[in-house]
């Protein structure tokens, strides 16, 4: 077995082997760090062959660029007929010399019905910080109903806001999910424009002209990954959640979406009776996991 850093020429047929060993994964996630890699800092990627230079498995590991100095993503797949045979630890081994200089956190993810990966990561000192739920709603006949009185809901994927401070701010005071008590908060410098063919889709409703809701996510080969969405807690219980979900799904269809697909951490009732009330079902369930190498 060879561990060496793959070409462009390779990318094809790693996206093919994460996608077939993870039936869960979908393409615009798998190559996304070979589609963006600017915002995966660091980036480095190895590839175990065999001596007739057969793929066996491959991975990577970077900073994504949302998140802050000293936290990295491991990102690993082996081809299913490989398990057993040493090929992922020998791309952790190899992974973990590459981190970026600085590293002190490091995260992954296992799909939850993937039990043998699970115990793996747990025997590499990974622990669960978050169990997510994954859900996906046909985008067919999503409508944007009208606004109720004194609420409006505009579209800005550019970004193009005349007080982008201010909904920056209620977009952080927004979030309660795990990554924002980490650190790992989201901020709208880290909803730029993506390359294509990613398109971005922004919504965000006022009331009374303050921004009290935003929901946000990314456009990739018909498949519309709702990123975010959040409501400021001064304006919570008020529907704002639905009304600018379906706007930014409403988008996402005319941009030629046909499904919608996002994550949400299982014991989070409010956003997941929302998304049922869309129309979202869970299809599949997630462990983020985290390892302190300090």
Do not use: C
């Amino acid at each position: 077995m060879r561990i060496v850093a793959p070409t462009h020429e390779h990318h094809e047929a790693l996206i093919a082997l994460a996608l077939d060993r993870s039936p869960h994964a979908t393409r615009g996630e798998v190559e996304h760090p070979f589609a963006e890699p600017h915002e995966f800092l660091g980036l480095q990627v190895r590839m175990a062959l065999a001596d007739d230079s057969g793929l066996l498995g491959w991975g990577a590991v970077a900073r994504q660029s949302w998140n802050p100095p000293g936290s990295a993503v491991l990102m690993l797949s082996v081809a299913g007929a490989q398990e057993g045979r040493g090929v992922g630890s020998a791309l952790h081994h190899e992974l973990l010399r590459l981190l970026p200089p600085g590293t002190t956190t490091l995260r992954t993810r296992v799909f939850e019905d993937e039990e043998r990966s699970f115990v793996i990561a747990r025997h590499w000192g990974f622990l669960v910080e978050e169990h997510s739920i994954t859900s996906t709603m046909d985008l067919a006949g999503v409508h944007a109903p009208e606004p109720p009185p004194g609420v409006t809901v505009e579209l800005r994927p550019d970004l193009s806001l005349p007080d982008y401070g201010e909904v920056d701010a209620m977009l952080v005071r927004s979030q309660t999910n795990p990554e924002a008590a980490a650190g790992l908060g989201l901020r709208l410098e880290h909803m730029k424009e993506p390359l294509p063919p990613a398109v971005s889709l922004l919504a965000v409703a006022r009331v009374d002209g303050v921004p009290a809701a935003i929901s946000w996510g990314q456009l990739v080969y018909g498949v519309f990954y709702v990123a975010y969405s959040g409501v400021d807690p001064a304006f919570r219980g008020r529907g704002l959640a639905t009304l600018v979900k379906q706007h930014a799904a409403a988008a996402a269809l005319a941009a030629g979406g046909e499904i919608a697909l996002t994550n949400n951490e299982a014991h989070n009732a409010g956003i997941r009776a929302v998304n049922d009330r869309l129309g979202f079902r869970p299809v599949s369930g997630t462990f983020r996991m985290v390892q302190d190498l300090r």
